[in-house]
């Protein structure tokens, strides 16, 4: 499981034998969620036990760093 960064107490990561599209895994605080890249922008796909202001920073995270997100994944599976 290559992780990318933490922040805010959340390791972003992907696993090892991912698929498309590109997307990221956050986890941390008891709380899960999944982000795809849809059109140049990672959108929510699947969160458990995540509150709203955490939601918050995780997507901000995301969108500041989105273009390392890419690099790491296209490093990683396009070997």
């Known amino acids: 499981m ?4 933490r ?3 959340f390791s972003f990561f ?10 990221v895994h956050v986890e941390g605080n008891d709380g899960y ?16 036990n995540i ?3 955490d939601q918050k ?3 901000s995270v ?3 760093n989105k ?4 690099k790491r994944w296209k490093e990683h599976f396009e070997k």
């Open 51 to 53: 509150k709203a202001n």
């Open 57 to 59: 920073k995780i997507e």
């Open 14 to 23: 992907f696993y090892s034998r991912e698929h498309e599209p590109i997307h």
């Open 33 to 48: 969620a999944v982000y795809d890249l849809d059109d140049g922008s990672f959108v929510l796909r699947e969160k458990q």
């Open 2 to 5: 290559p992780e990318i960064f």
């Open 67 to 70: 273009d390392i997100i890419v």
């Open 62 to 64: 995301i969108e500041e």
């Open 7 to 9: 922040f805010y107490g």
